[in-house]
């Protein structure tokens, strides 16, 4: 069992830096990939970005890609660095692990196993 508990969520403006943060329980943790989701209101949840269980892959939307950078310590806490927040990033930000050992990290949100309660990150324009 994992349990990821996500941070760093706030109100910002337009341009502004947030860095969220995704703890986890478990000691199989570094063994699993990570993502992150999210989800505007009345709007599907959406894949932001993932990273490998190594660390050496990490994919990204195509909206997100350039401005958000995914990346995991070696203990158990991944991060997503959010730079020039736009008001279309505003949304619930949730990280999720997949425990299945794909060659190339899955980017759906039916693929994942353990989810987060979720971090709201609302961008002012």
């Known amino acids: 069992q994992v349990q990821l508990v996500e941070s760093g969520g706030g109100l910002v403006q337009a341009g502004d830096s947030l860095r969220l943060s995704c703890a986890a329980s478990?000691?199989?943790?570094?063994?699993?990939?990570v993502g992150w989701f999210r989800q505007a209101p009345g709007k599907e949840r959406e894949f932001v970005a993932v990273?490998?269980?190594?660390?050496?892959?990490t994919l990204y939307a195509v909206s997100v890609k350039g401005r958000f950078t995914i990346s995991r310590d070696n203990a158990n806490t991944v991060y997503l660095q959010m730079n020039n927040l736009k008001p279309e990033d505003t949304a619930r930000y949730y990280c999720?692990?997949?425990?299945?050992?794909?060659?190339?990290?899955?980017?759906?949100?039916?693929?994942?196993?353990?989810w987060g309660q979720g971090t709201q990150v609302t961008v002012s324009s």
């Open positions: 478990g000691r199989t943790f570094s063994s699993y990939a």
């Open positions: 999720a692990a997949d425990t299945a050992r794909a060659l190339v990290p899955d980017t759906s949100a039916k693929d994942y196993d353990y």
């Open positions: 990273i490998s269980r190594s660390g050496g892959t």
